[in-house]
């Protein structure tokens, strides 16, 4: 069986990913199991809120760095 899904090359932290072209950034969180409230998202150099996460949609060549925070005292 055929997938009729276009895949698409992006890197997410300096890695090259393979995803689903149009794939919102949010389900690319959910795919690494990521909290969004967790983490910064950059999509091609510009800082995305999250209630735009899930309108941001992936194409062909992006480049996504997550930065995550982390607790302590």
Known sequence: ?????QQ???TVNG???S???GQSLDVLLR???LD????VVEHNGVIVRRPDLTKTR????DNVELVHFVGGG
């Open 1 to 5: 069986m055929e997938s009729n899904e």
């Open 8 to 10: 698409i090359n992006v």
């Open 15 to 17: 890695q090259a990913r």
């Open 19 to 21: 995803s689903q072209a």
């Open 31 to 33: 795919e690494l199991q």
């Open 36 to 39: 969004s409230r967790m983490v």
């Open 58 to 61: 992936l194409d062909e060549g």
